[in-house]
C-alpha cells in the first residue's frame, strides 16, 4: 500500500508543474476551496460523487498466487485508482500536491501518507482481534472520521493560505 501511494504521490508532484502558470495566491486559494467543498460534502451538506473507478481488485488476483496477489492488491489500494475510496481527504490531498507547487520530495512523503493511511484500516482491524465489532465501530464512527479528517486538513490548509498572504 505505501508503495502504491508512492508512486501515486510521484505521479502528483512530477504533474504539479502544470499548475505553475498560476499565481501561488490562486493555488492556495484553490486548495482551500476543495478542501472547503470536501467538507460540504462528507457532512451531507451538498451531493456529488467522486471521480473514481468504483471497482474492487478481482478475486481471481489473489487465489492465482496468494502472495503476489497481496502484494498487488496492496499496490493497488495504495494507489488509490483501482478501488473505492469514499471520503473528500485524498481527493483534497491529490489537489493540494498538484496545486501546491511543493518539491518532490513532499509529494512522495503525502503519498507515502496516503499509503499508510489506507494500510491502517485493515491493521488495526485485524489487530482488534474483534473483526466484527470493530466493523460495527467502524460504520458508528466513519462519518465522524471523514469529517474530521477533511476539516483538519481544510484547516491546515486555511492556514497555510493566510500565511501566504
Not at 40 to 68: C, E, I, K
Not at 137 to 146: A, H, K, N, P
Request: net charge positive; aromatic share 8%; with cysteine.
Amino acid at each position: 500500500m505505501i508503495a502504491g501511494g508512492l508512486l501515486s504521490g510521484m505521479v502528483l508532484g512530477a504533474l504539479s508543474g502544470l499548475s505553475a502558470p498560476l499565481p501561488m495566491s490562486w493555488r492556495y486559494a484553490l486548495i482551500v476551496a476543495v478542501a472547503l467543498l470536501g467538507v460540504l460534502r462528507d457532512t451531507g451538506v451538498v451531493a456529488f460523487p467522486l471521480p473514481q473507478n468504483a471497482s474492487q481488485v478481482p478475486q481471481d488476483v489473489l487465489r492465482r498466487s496468494p502472495r503476489r496477489g497481496a502484494l498487488r492488491f496492496g499496490f493497488e489500494l495504495g494507489t488509490g485508482v483501482r478501488t473505492y475510496v469514499s471520503a473528500s481527504a485524498p481527493y483534497v490531498l491529490a489537489v493540494a500536491v498538484f496545486l501546491g507547487g511543493q518539491r518532490l520530495q513532499v509529494a512522495a512523503l503525502a503519498g507515502v501518507g496516503f499509503g499508510l493511511g489506507r494500510a491502517a484500516t485493515p491493521l488495526i482491524r485485524r489487530a482488534s482481534g474483534a473483526v466484527e465489532g470493530w466493523d460495527a465501530d467502524l460504520g458508528v464512527r466513519l462519518r465522524t472520521i471523514t469529517v474530521a479528517g477533511c476539516a483538519a486538513l481544510a484547516a491546515a490548509f486555511g492556514l497555510l493560505f493566510l500565511h501566504q498572504l
